[in-house]
């Protein structure tokens, strides 16, 4: 299509405004759906539950699930209500073995009951890393940090507090994560401080990733003009808890929080500990719209997330059972589940892992975890998004197409479109893909470059028509002045 073509597409679109005033409906019971320009739209689904990982595939029960970890071909799963942390072979998803005990290794359902310490006790956290073939466990019942060769299972050692520790946050870890070069991050349900960090050899050394308090100016206003009793009597501001975090490979922290009044919900630090996360998207990283969009009085809070290899994060919300899927920018991909009874419904879900393009979830009132698949339109996104991440444009832009076809509502594909065409600088085309993603910033971006290239194309013919009216203007005032004068 040519330019001229794509223009008067875009100017019949251009009475549709994005998000506008619309009414929003409620529609917390749908379990595949997307935002649209006027509310809550149907899409095809991303992902779809393939296996429920539980007591019935299982030498015991589970009896909840905290976190879940992959790597080095395994799956590691935290039980904090039996203490112990439950491994399977990450292709079949069978069992292998279970660490319930600092140095040992059970095969069946048993609890060190010796009392000499060596007892894992409610590990809330797990993380298996690459670069040193490592398991790390957030003992959190014990205060401390258990590491294992991820190979013989055998203890490494044991971080208890850092006498260097500073601030008030207790040497509690919940969720946990390392780098590639061994430092440790960690988040305290609860805590206020940010981050924990602690160095390779296990020393404190930050609080990282502090999310400032959010404070609005009739507050601020009335606090600076208070007496100290007043103060005293005031509720004091805090700044947001993280509730989990994850880290990709090239070492930026992710981060999540619970906390519904804050007004960020996913965090991507920085090795300054500054959040940079992308937020390119037509909509907010919020999960469920609320407020003005959706007539919800519970926004969603944040209990896991997960990064990929190929740039794709996904992050499941406890207030409506959802999974929530992000491109590198922003984008969100698709969304799926809710809280239920029915196959793959969430009742508590606590954390979420990638295993190649599959996701895990767990839920940790039913003591179980899913493994979703992508679906033919979800595989495809996640290659579009992969392949855009990896800076290959023109096989991302396939993918998104492919996409599109399998999804009409699928508007992070009309953006993902026209972002290959905005590198083209085909911008008439491009303009018309942001328009049908509802993509305003992209628009405008686009929007600029093709009145450039118009500009530049007629500059001629502009700035003749400018002189010729201005000498026509110029000589009607002087035969008007003439006039007069006779």
Same mark, same amino acid.
């Given at each position: ?9 875009? %100017? ?15 529609n ?14 149907? /899409? ?6 393939a296996?429920?990982?539980?007591? =019935?595939?299982? @030498?015991?029960?589970l ?19 039996? /203490? ?11 069992y292998?073995a279970?660490?319930?005990?600092v140095?040992?290794? $059970? ?22 890393? *690459? ?7 957030? #003992? =959190? ?5 258990v590491?294992?060769?991820? *190979? ?7 971080? =208890?507090?850092?006498? $260097?520790?500073?601030?008030? =946050?207790? &040497? ?6 390392v #780098?590639? /070069?061994g ?5 305290? !349900?609860?805590?206020? *401080? ?6 390779? $050899?296990? *020393?404190?050394?930050? &609080?990282y ?19 100290? #009793? !007043? ?8 700044? @947001? ?20 009044? /804050? ?6 630090? $920085? ?5 940079v996360?992308r ?61 239920? #009874?029915?196959?793959g ?21 039913l003591?179980r975890?899913?493994?979703?698949? @992508? ?30 076809a ?12 026209g ?8 911008y008439?085309t ?14 405008? !971006?686009?929007?600029?470059?093709f009145?450039? %290239?118009?500009? !530049? ?16 203007i110029i ?12």
């Open positions: 299509m040519t330019m001229n073509g794509r223009l008067w597409m875009i %100017i019949a679109f251009w009475g549709v405004s994005a998000f506008g005033s619309a009414a929003w409906a409620d917390t019971n749908r379990y595949d759906y997307a935002y649209g320009t006027y509310g809550i739209i149907n /899409s095809v689904a991303g992902f779809e539950p296996r429920t990982i539980d007591g =019935t595939v299982l @030498p015991f029960s009896e909840s699930v905290d976190a879940i970890a992959h790597g080095g071909g395994r799956i590691y799963l935290a039980d904090s209500a039996a /203490s112990r942390i439950v491994i399977l072979d990450a292709l079949d998803y069978s292998i279970a660490v319930n005990s140095g040992a290794v $059970n095969s069946v359902d048993a609890v060190n009951k010796s009392g000499d310490g060596s007892a894992l006790k409610n590990p809330e956290g797990v993380f298996f890393s *690459e670069t040193t073939g490592t398991l790390y466990i957030a #003992d =959190t019942g014990a205060e401390r940090i590491v294992l060769d991820a *190979e013989t299972l055998l203890t490494k050692r044991v971080i =208890t507090r850092p006498a $260097n520790m500073a601030g008030i =946050t207790n &040497f509690k870890p919940s969720k946990i994560a #780098d590639t /070069s430092r440790i991050y960690f988040v305290v !349900q609860g805590s206020y *401080e940010g981050i924990v960090e602690l160095k390779p $050899n296990g *020393e404190f050394s930050r &609080f990733g502090v999310n400032k308090p959010e404070i609005n100016l009739p507050d601020y206003f009335w606090k600076s003009i208070a007496s100290k #009793d !007043q103060k005293s009597k005031m509720t004091k501001t805090f700044a @947001p808890s993280f509730s989990n975090l994850d880290i990709d490979r090239e070492g930026f922290v992710y981060a999540v929080t619970a906390d519904t009044a /804050s007004l960020k919900m996913i965090f991507r630090f $920085n090795a300054k500990g500054e959040n996360i937020e390119e998207g037509y909509i907010d990283l919020r999960g469920d719209l609320t407020r003005a969009y959706v007539n919800r009085t519970v926004a969603s809070a944040f209990t896991g997330i997960a990064v990929a290899d190929f740039g794709v994060y996904a992050v499941v919300d406890r207030s409506y059972g959802r999974v929530f899927v992000y491109d590198f920018d922003g984008y969100m991909l698709t969304v799926f589940s809710k809280l239920g #009874d029915m196959k419904d969430l009742r508590d879900p606590s954390s979420i892992a990638w295993n190649g393009y599959d996701l895990l979830v767990g839920d940790k009132a003591g975890a899913y493994v979703y698949t @992508p679906t033919a339109f979800g595989k495809a996104a996640l290659l579009a998004a992969e392949s855009y991440n990896a800076g290959d444009w023109e096989r991302a832009a396939a993918y998104f197409e492919k996409a599109i399998l999804n009409a509502n699928f508007y992070a594909g009309y953006s993902g479109v972002r290959n065409y905005l590198m083209r600088r085909d008439g491009a303009l018309y893909y942001f328009k049908m993603a509802n993509d305003t910033r992209m628009y405008s !971006q686009s929007y600029n470059g009145r450039g %290239i118009w500009i !530049q194309k007629y500059f001629v013919w502009v700035i003749a028509a400018a002189i010729i009216l201005t000498a026509g000589y009607s005032e002087v035969r008007y002045a003439r006039k007069n004068r006779l």
